[in-house]
C-alpha cells in the first residue's frame, strides 16, 4: 500500500512519500474481489432475511405518508421520489415494500465504501471496515427501517472523501464524483450537509497559511472550486436555514405534557446531560470496541506520516458531531443525525485491525492478533445482531392491533403510545396518544364508560433506564385502581433491550366474562 509522505506546507503527498511492504498492507485484485463479493453477499443476506416480518415503527408509518402523497417543500425527498416512482408502481407500500430500498441502499453501502476506502487506506484496511458495515448490527437495523438513513450513509461515504481525493490530487473527476453525491445527499436528507463543516475545517489548516494560498490561488481549478463552494454555501444556506427555522419552531409550540419521545422515553435535560446521553447512545449503538478500534486506527494514520488524511478524518468526525451537539442545546435532536459521519468509523477501524497485521510481530500466522481483535468487535454486537432477527428492535404494535382487534367493540377507545402505527393497523377505531397524565385517562375512560363502551392501553413493559411506565409517578395507581393487564406482546431478546407491550383493559373485564 502507498503510505503518504505530507508537505509540512500544503499537506499534500510530497516526494518523501514511501511504500510498505507489499506483505504488510496489499491484498491481490482477484482476491479482493471475491473477498468483497462474499462481503456483499453476507451483508444481503442479513439485510433481507425477514425483512418484511416486522411491525411498522412511527416514523415508518410517516415514511408511507410522505412517499403516497408527495411534497415539493419536503426538505428531504430523494427517498420519498425513490418510493413513489420506483417501487410502488411494482410493490405494495406494506412492511416489505417500505424496507426494499433501505435494505438495497444498506447492500450497497459495503462495495461503495470500499471502492473509495481502498484509495484511501488501501484493500485489506477497506475489505476490513467493509467487514464491520456488513456486519453492524445498527446498520442491519437501518436497513431494515423504512427510512433513509441507509441511503445517507451510502452517499455520505462517497462524497466527503471523493471531494479530499480531488483537492489533494487535484483530481477534477473526483471533485465530480463528490459533487454530485453531495447533492444527493444534501437531498437524501438536511444534516448530511454538516460534512461540509469537517471539509472547510481540514483545507483551513490544511492549505491556510498565506503563502500557500498565493500560490493555489494561481490555479484555475482553485479558482473555479471556490466560486462553486461560495454558490454552493449560499444555496444551502437559503435552503436550510428555513428548514432549521422551522424545526426550532415546530418544538416549541408542543405544550410541555406532550414533549418527550416515543414509548413514553423521558428524555433527559439540562445542559451537558443531553449530549452526554447522545453520545453515550451513539457510542453504544455502534458499540465501544468499534470506536475505541476507529480512534486508534486514525491515531496510528497520525504517527506513520499519513497527517492530512489523519486530520481530515478528525475534521469529519468531530466538527459535524460537535455542530449537532450545539443545536442540541437549542432543540431536539435523534442519533439519526450522527450517521453522515459514521464511514470514519469504519475507515479508522479498517486501519487499525490493517495495522496490526505486522510481520515482525513473530506471531504466526501474523494476521493472528488482528483476527482475533476483529472477532471480539464484532462479537460485542452479536447478541444484538441475533436479537435482529427476533423482534426486528421494535415493539409489535402490529401483533397488539391484531389482538385488540379481535375484541374491540363499537365505541371503545385505544390509548398507545404510537397512535400513528395503531391506527393504521386499526383504522376504525379512536386511537389516542398515550400521555402520562391520568387525568386524560380518566377522561377518556368516562367517555368510553357513557357508550357503554372500553378503554385499552397500549404500553411498553418496563425495560429501559430512561423509560416511564404504569409502575412508575402518577399512571401507577390510577392504571392499577382501573384497569386490568390482558395480555404482553413480544419476544424475548438476547441483548440488554426488552420490547414487550402490555395491554390494559378499563375498567378490568369480569371473572365470568375472561376469555
Sequence with gaps: MHVEGVDEVTGRPSSRATTASPDSSTVGAGRATAVLAGLTLLALVLRFYRLGAWSLESDEVFMLRDSVALKLTNPRPLMYLLNHYVVAPVLALDEFGLRLLPAVFGVLS??????????????????????????SPLFVYYSQFARYWTLVFMLCAVFPFALYLGIRDANRRMLALGAVTGGLALVAHPVSVLLLAGIAAWVILTYGRREVLAQLWQRRLVRFGLLATVVVVLLVVIRLVPVLQGWIAAHDVVPESEKGGEFLLRTPSGPGVKQISLLLAYVQNLTPPLVLAAVLGIYMLWETRTRSLALFLVCLWTIPTGLILLIQLRTAVSPFYLIPPIPVVFLGAGVFLDRLIDPGSGLRPRWLLSAAVGVMIFLSGAPTLASQYRDGKRWDFRGA??????????????????????SFYLPRTDVRRLIAEPERLAQAAGEARARNAVLWLVSPAPSHAFRTNPRIGSLNQWIYTHCQLRNTIGVGRLDFRQNFLQIYRCPPVAAADQD
Design 110 to 135: 459495503v462495495p461503495v465504501f470500499y471502492l473509495l476506502a481502498r484509495r484511501l487506506v488501501g484493500p485489506r484496511a477497506g475489505l476490513i471496515g467493509a467487514f464491520f458495515i456488513a456486519t
Design 401 to 422: 392491533s391484531r389482538w385488540l382487534d379481535e375484541r374491540l367493540s363499537a365505541g371503545d377507545v385505544v390509548i398507545a403510545d404510537q397512535p400513528q402505527v395503531v
